[in-house]
């Protein structure tokens, strides 16, 4: 066989290698030494007890409970070898596994809420619940980020397609007296709110991320003004919107754990297992999927074959906008809750650091969201439990986890090629 007739093919692509991106191994040791050093300055003595089952679950499990400072130790030394490991993955050049970071965190934190709450009982499912009810807003707005960047539009806008969307819901549930309809409501603001972003980068060049932060300021503005001129006057007319109800689903509610989780919620979040699922599939598995991906990677070749650039990037910038927007009903509608000022509280880019951390996949931003749900949660539920830890570092816990996350947890995230970049056809 002549070998010069064969094709090259690198031999990073042949053996499934990669370069070597220290990154993730790093990161993993240097959280470990710092916890460390956290139970070292502060040791805590005694056990704690985790509530594993509810009263009403179909079998109730009993409580676990684990002595505080061999906990501790064990899960340090597992995260100093599970760190170890990745040293390893990228020695050979290969790419630190999802799992293992997986596995990283939840040891860690097994290990944080042993230390934190010595001598106390931690409620499990209501410590996940209220972290699903959390991650909502941020799987939808986490969602909408993915599909703008996929196709080729960087959304830092999505804090104002949940605030336009929370607005828009109470104003019109409140007026027709349904969830439903504010839902909907919801979806056309945040479309709405898109259209703006999608006709000024798509159509007139302009640089994306400016537009994005412009109409974050802008619908800040503009819901802070009618809030205070309007809907603070007529609060009982305006503001005052109804909440979905809890649905619980028959068998699935009572699974241990997992069913009071997930299978007792309001309809909003089986709308949002469904859209998780519809737009991994899509995405992945359709035309349409097909083409978005094509247009964000390679607009040029994907205008070469026929695909109109500039209309495939308007309408699925307008379709991840109306999923933003439904994750902003989760502040209003969601829980009952009338409309106040910037209410969204920076959720919008906790959600972009969600699609960083999910490296531009629906189901790894899924799972970002809901660390990022957790980490906002845990204050709550040590406060409840009587945790000494201080409550100024609990309010920092989900920035650091957001740190965790850009500082490279995950190793090297390339975003899809012409994300951010206009397409001007030649």
């Known amino acids: 066989m002549n070998t010069l007739s064969a094709p090259l093919t690198p031999p990073a692509v042949e053996t499934g290698l990669v370069t070597r991106n220290w990154k993730a191994p790093i990161v993993l040791g240097i959280f470990t030494v710092i916890f460390a050093i956290l139970v070292v300055l502060a040791p805590r003595d005694g056990e704690t007890t985790f509530r594993i089952s509810t009263g009403s679950d179909a079998i109730v499990l009993p409580d676990l409970i684990v002595p505080v400072i061999a906990a501790v130790w064990i899960c340090i030394a597992i995260a100093a070898a599970l760190a170890g490991l990745a040293a390893v993955f990228v020695q050979r050049h290969r790419k630190v596994p999802l799992w293992l970071t997986t596995v990283f965190v939840v040891v860690l934190v097994f290990a944080f809420l042993a230390w934190a709450a010595a001598g106390q009982t931690i409620p499990v499912p209501g410590l996940l ?104 006057p007529n609060a009982a007319q305006l503001n005052t919107p109804p909440r979905f109800d809890r649905i619980p689903i028959p068998l699935l509610s009572d699974i241990p754990v997992l069913g009071p989780v997930l299978f007792r919620q309001t309809i909003l979040v089986y709308i949002m297992y469904v859209a998780i699922f519809a737009v991994y599939f899509a995405m992945f598995h359709t035309r349409w999927g097909l083409r978005m991906r094509a247009v964000g990677e390679h607009p040029k070749a994907a205008d070469t074959v ?112 012409a994300d951010g970049i206009p397409y001007i056809k030649s």
């Open 306 to 417: 026929g695909i109109n650039v500039g209309r495939t990037r308007f309408w699925n910038v307008l379709l991840a906008g109306a999923i933003a927007g439904a994750g902003g009903t989760v502040f209003t509608v969601g829980n009952g809750i009338a409309f106040n000022q910037e209410m969204t509280a920076g959720a919008g880019y906790i959600a972009l650091a969600a699609v960083i951390f999910g490296q531009w996949h629906p189901l790894r931003a899924t799972l970002a969201a809901l660390l990022f749900g957790f980490a906002s949660n845990l204050q709550n539920t040590l406060k409840v439990v009587g945790s000494p830890v201080p409550s100024e570092f609990m309010l920092m816990l989900p920035y650091l986890v957001t740190i965790f996350v850009v500082a490279g947890a995950v190793g090297k995230s390339r975003a899809p090629a």
């Open 129 to 232: 619940a209220g972290s699903l009810a959390l991650a909502v807003p941020l799987i939808f707005g986490a969602l909408g980020g993915v599909i703008g960047e996929r196709v080729g539009v960087v959304n830092i806008a999505i804090e104002s397609q949940l605030l336009g969307g929370a607005f828009t819901a109470a104003v019109v549930a409140t007026l027709t007296g349904s969830p439903f309809l504010g839902l909907i409501a919801a979806m056309v603001a945040g479309a709405l709110v898109a259209s703006v972003l999608a006709a000024f980068a798509i159509v007139y060049f302009v640089e994306q991320v400016i537009v994005g932060v412009v109409l974050n300021v802008l619908v800040t503005g503009l819901t802070s003004f009618l809030y205070s001129q309007v809907l603070q």
